[in-house]
């Protein structure tokens, strides 16, 4: 079957650096989404990789391991408003779109 | 412009009643999109539309019919509602079909009770 792995929670300081992992087991690969969601709101797009390397958007960044299966959302320079869902997706072979369940990223002053 | 409306915003029905859930997008997108999200679990698609006049099965279609007259709108139908159903709901839209192939852009959400 095809799978989406991130951790469920974490936890982190205003102004720090986290990193939120994605691995993923599918039938093919096609490009790898990172959306972020707040709380009672719709996802909204961050990034998209296709290519492995870093893609760097701001205070975000993405990196992709085709080999691996794995990616990372990285934020940086943490703000509270940055205190969200953040959803890794997977297109699989059949350009079918695959979703992690989200992690919950939780800042602290 | 407003990109992705839904409604309604909430509903609480009861088991039994047949619902449709409203998605009008004005961003001449070929693709729509409905998904599902329920705790713990990721979005999970329920039907598609590649283009205007076109349907297709997602991942989680049973108890769930939809049809797509013209571009902007997007109907999701419960014919006969169940407790299982009681979900948070997004209608999305992309440029162009199939789904993995492009941005995906969200609605606010229609938040279902079925009792």
């Known amino acids: 079957g095809q799978n989406i792995d991130q951790p469920t929670e974490m936890t982190a300081t205003e102004g720090a650096i986290v990193q939120i992992n994605c691995t993923y087991q599918?039938?093919?690969?096609?490009?790898l989404f990172w959306y972020q969601q707040h709380a009672g709101e719709a996802p909204t797009f961050l990034s998209y990789n296709v290519l492995d390397g870093l893609e760097e958007k701001g205070r975000f960044s993405s990196f992709l391991s085709r080999s691996k299966g794995y990616s990372y959302l990285l934020l940086k320079e943490l703000q509270m408003k940055d205190s969200a869902s953040y959803l890794c997706a997977v297109i699989d072979s059949n350009y079918q779109l695959i979703w992690g369940a989200g992690t919950k990223l939780i800042i602290k002053p | 412009i407003a990109g992705i409306t839904q409604a309604p915003t909430s509903q609480i029905l009861a088991a039994g009643r047949r619902m449709t859930l409203r998605c009008t997008q004005d961003m001449r997108h070929n693709a729509m999109y409905w998904y599902r999200q329920d705790l713990g679990l990721g979005l999970r698609l329920i039907h598609y539309s590649n283009t205007a006049g076109t349907t297709g099965k997602g991942e989680v279609p049973d108890g769930y019919s939809v049809s797509r007259a013209n571009t902007d709108d997007f109907p999701l139908t419960l014919a006969s509602a169940v407790p299982s159903q009681t979900s948070v709901y997004f209608c999305?839209?992309?440029?162009?079909?199939?789904?993995?192939?492009?941005?995906?852009?969200f609605g606010p959400g229609t938040r279902l009770t079925v009792l």
């Open positions: 999305a839209s992309s440029r162009n079909g199939p789904a993995g192939t492009d941005t995906q852009y």
């Open positions: 599918t039938s093919g690969f096609n490009g």
